[in-house]
């Protein structure tokens, strides 16, 4: 028997077929019979639906042409309509066309937006990004500015012209458009700025002069532009440009001319400044560290003339700033903040800031409630020497560098003129510094910038004495460039005495400038030696000569004191740290109660430099 299928065929326009077809004859028949209710019609696909009176539905199969089926419908009454499938399909074609109409003009209005976009981003370069502050967020007032009184007297000048403008302008002066801020990094300049807005209640506008300058050359010129033009729409305010010598350098100057960007830069702030009106109140303040080599005239009278020194803090200026930083953080009670202050000479009101915070999270690393010396501690030597490293095993290299740094901290307490000796230690840190021997300088010299020559050649030696330790101990076939550092600072020293300072037989000859002004733009013609080639050979003849004595002098003095040398580093090997009271208390021992040391040869290559056993 063959296998049955169940085909089952859909009709789609004419609805489900009945069970029992009706065939033509069987349509004809029962329309003719007036058993038909209602019929349909369809040409196109040549078939019929018919409605039986019992409600009944069939489709029948039918000719293309029928009069005969229209005559008996006609004849029984029996209403035939006609479908019209063309009609059906022209609207379905329709439908879909105006889908993809749709569809296409959506995906066109899409790309349309995304273009619009990018060409308001491209037009939008010129638009400076200044970073507007609303007045009540600037919570930074005068108080908070610690260390740097005369740059903020000068300061509340211009807070009292934007503060009553009438008082100055109504006998005649003229408020000042611009005000430089000159001082190394970190010095507060920033947050000088910022005192001054919220001390005059005014709006502040800060950016940095790097953001004008872009890859497009007119684009910098368009955001000073659009700066100025948001600037006066909130005058009073204070616009604060930062590193102003990105833009402000000398025109014209620098290795193969100027650069465009920046010149045309620097020529629409010009012409900018030129174009507020007398009070305005527009006030300009820029920070830089290199006035010199500003453009001179972003420094003629109208423009920036007014010059605010902001210099590093001297002792009392850094203990105000730790103060001002310690109002927020819990320092234990007997914290003495003028002693760090001492200990910190150089540093800047960043570095302090810096170094409390990284007190404060050393403390909490801890979890301790109050910060105390000892964590201000590890965060100076955090800060300056680099992160702990895992100490030293007990080997030869620990000897070494034993050795090594004793020799640095015994020249300087055996030499009157150099710097005190703060503590030496042999706990190694990140970066390769396997210990160190730190010493404070002389706040005066620090602060005055004055070192004598003695000073000077009493620091070489001290930066020799890692060296010579080496020498003395181990001799000449087991030095290590450990003393690399030191020999780079002592080569650098000698050469500024010879070329600068006129501290040699080569007299009182300023043989080169400033080193780093060949790098900043200023016409490095200008910088190249001006001295024959015999003045260059005798210089670097002079800068050996200093060097080598500041190593001798290390050697003899080490020498003449071996045996303290060596007690001193079995003292520190065990110890691993003496600070420089107890350092000096040993060397003050030794020399009180044994027979003097022969330090005769030390005596004789240490010309000029009276040691302290003397
Ligand atoms: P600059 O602009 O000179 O580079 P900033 O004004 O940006 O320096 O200073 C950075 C941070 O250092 C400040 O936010 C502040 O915490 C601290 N600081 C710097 N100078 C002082 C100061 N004189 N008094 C108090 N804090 C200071």
């Excluded at 509340?156 to 458009?177: H, W, Y």
């Excluded at 007398?278 to 453009?295: C, E, F, H, K, Y």
């Excluded at 020559?453 to 076939?477: N, T």
Aim: net charge negative; glycine share 8%; charged share 25%.
């Amino acid at each position: 028997m063959a296998n049955q299928r169940h085909i089952t065929i859909f009709a789609p326009a004419l609805g489900q077929p009945d069970r029992e077809p009706l065939g033509y004859s069987g349509l004809v028949e029962a329309v003719r019979n007036g058993q038909a209710q209602e019929l349909l019609w369809n040409p196109d696909l040549r078939k019929v639906r018919v409605t039986l009176l019992d409600g009944r539905q069939s489709v029948v199969d039918v000719f293309p042409e029928n009069p005969v089926l229209i005559q008996e419908a006609d004849a029984a009454g029996v209403p035939l309509t006609i479908e019209d499938s063309h009609q059906q399909e022209a609207w379905a074609g329709l439908m879909v066309n105006l889908l993809l109409v749709a569809l296409i003009l959506v995906g066109l209005g899409f790309l349309l937006r995304r273009s619009a976009k990018a060409a308001n981003r491209a037009l939008g370069f010129g638009r400076s990004k200044p970073r507007l502050r609303a007045e009540n967020d600037i919570r930074v007032c005068f108080e908070d500015v610690a260390g740097i009184n005369e740059a903020k007297d000068e300061l509340q000048e211009v807070v009292a012209f934007l503060k009553q403008p009438d008082r100055f302008t109504s006998i005649g002066a003229r408020i000042p458009r611009g005000v430089l801020l000159v001082g190394p990094p970190g010095t507060g300049k920033t947050l000088l700025a910022r005192a001054v807005a919220a001390e005059a209640g005014v709006e502040f506008f800060s950016i940095s002069a790097s953001e004008f300058v872009e890859m497009f050359v007119g684009v910098g010129a368009s955001r000073v532009r659009d700066l100025f033009r948001q600037a006066k729409q909130k005058a009073p305010c204070i616009v604060f440009i930062d590193e102003i010598d990105a833009v402000g350098r000398q025109r014209g100057a620098g290795i193969g001319g100027g650069n465009d960007e920046r010149e045309q830069t620097l020529n629409q702030l010009l012409t900018e400044m030129d174009g507020f009106e007398d009070n305005s109140g527009i006030i300009l303040l820029a920070a830089t560290n290199r006035p010199d080599v500003l453009d001179t005239a972003l420094l003629r009278p109208g423009r920036f003339d007014r010059r605010v020194l902001v210099d590093l803090p001297d002792r009392p200026g850094r203990e105000a700033i730790l103060n001002v930083h310690a109002r927020t953080r819990p320092m234990a009670p007997d914290v003495d903040l003028a002693a760090w202050a001492c200990r910190t000479p150089g540093f800047s009101g960043a570095d302090l800031a810096n170094l409390l915070n990284e007190a404060a999270i050393l403390t909490a690393r801890a979890r301790k409630q109050f910060i105390e010396d000892n964590h201000i501690m590890d965060a100076l030597e955090r800060v300056t020497m680099g992160l702990p490293a895992a100490p030293l095993q007990n080997s030869g290299k620990k000897w070494l560098i034993a050795y090594h740094e004793v020799g640095h901290a015994l020249v300087a307490t055996l030499l009157h003129q150099a710097d005190d000796l703060d503590k030496v230690t042999l706990l190694p840190r990140s970066g390769g510094v396997g210990g160190f021997a730190r010493f404070t300088p002389d706040e005066e010299v620090v602060d005055s910038g004055l070192v004598s020559r003695a000073k000077l050649q009493a620091r070489m030696a001290v930066s020799m004495g890692g060296r010579a330790a080496e020498l003395v101990v181990f001799g000449r076939q087991e030095i290590t460039p450990g003393a690399s550092r030191d020999i780079e600072a002592v080569t650098a020293t000698a050469r500024e005495m010879v070329t600068r300072y006129g501290f040699s037989s080569l007299g009182p000859v300023a043989w080169e400038g400033d080193q780093a002004e060949v790098f900043i733009g200023r016409d490095w013609l200008q910088q190249r030696p001006t001295y024959s080639k015999d003045t260059a050979k005798a210089l670097d003849a002079e800068v050996q000569k200093l060097a080598k004595e500041a190593l001798a002098a290390a050697c003899s003095l080490l020498a003449g004191h071996r045996p303290l040398l060596d007690e001193l580093t079995n003292q520190l090997v065990e110890e691993e740290t003496i600070g420089g009271d107890q350092f000096r208390a040993v060397v003050e021992q030794y020399q009180g109660t044994t027979a003097p040391v022969q330090d005769s040869v030390g005596r004789d290559l240490v010309k000029g430099l009276p040691n302290k056993a003397e």
